[in-house]
């Protein structure tokens, strides 16, 4: 049984940067990952809702911070994407701020999950992002997504692969498969939220 009920998580605001947030309190988990990762479908499958983060087959289109409350204080965070080629250097900076300075500045944040398509895993601002996790003591969950789309004993072996590469980091990441389409992954990630709301208690 869940601790929380994610389904009747609910949209708070969008917000360009740090300073359009809501105060700094409670709790907060933040999603990251490279546009097109199925971070939005993630937050959907999590909370059973079709729309809650839009979800684009067009790269990088969100570009704001989105927040969205599971309960009072309990806030999960939807992260601009990042590592878009097709996008205008000057736009990427500015997205790069501010996830930057949420990450560095936002001190209710107490974890995060990072998502990842499970044929591409690992790319460079992946493994930044994790390494920042670390270095600041915030827990990090791995989602592999989109695991449909490899056969079982190769979604497997990729798992395996990316967890023993993992290890590298010494800290608090664990590695899990993930897919919105078949339902993989969700309890686990279900789990770790709850831990970590859990523990900011
Ligand atoms: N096969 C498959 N496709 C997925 C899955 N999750 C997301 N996608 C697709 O990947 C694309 C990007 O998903 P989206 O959630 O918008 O990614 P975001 O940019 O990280 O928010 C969309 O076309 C989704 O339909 C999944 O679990 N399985
Ligand atoms: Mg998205």
């Known amino acids: 049984m869940s601790a929380w009920n994610y389904h009747i998580t609910r949209f708070v605001t969008s917000a360009p940067d740090i300073r ?7 709790t907060e988990v933040a999603f990251a990952g490279r546009s097109n990762a199925g971070k939005s479908s993630a937050l959907n499958t999590l909370t059973n809702q079709k729309s809650l983060a839009r979800t684009s087959k067009t790269p990088g289109r969100t570009q704001l911070i989105n927040l969205f409350e599971v309960t009072e204080g309990k806030r999960l965070v939807d992260l601009p994407g990042y590592g878009y080629a097709e996008v205008p250097e000057e736009m990427k900076l500015k997205w790069q701020r501010a996830l930057g300075e949420y990450l560095e500045k936002r001190a209710c944040l107490r974890g995060l999950v990072v998502l990842m398509d499970i044929r591409h895993p ?6 930044q992002m994790i390494e920042w996790a670390v270095d600041s003591k915030i827990p990090v969950l791995v989602l592999l997504t989109k695991a449909d789309k490899l056969a079982s004993g190769a979604r497997k072996s990729q798992l395996n692969k990316v967890r023993e590469a993992a290890l590298a980091f010494m800290g608090d990441v664990q590695i899990e498969m993930f897919s919105s389409l078949k339902k993989i992954g969700v309890d686990q990630l279900r789990v770790k939220l709850d831990s970590w709301f859990e523990a900011a208690e």
């Open 20 to 26: 359009h947030l809501p105060p700094d309190t409670g």
């Open 122 to 127: 690992m790319k460079d601002l992946d493994q």
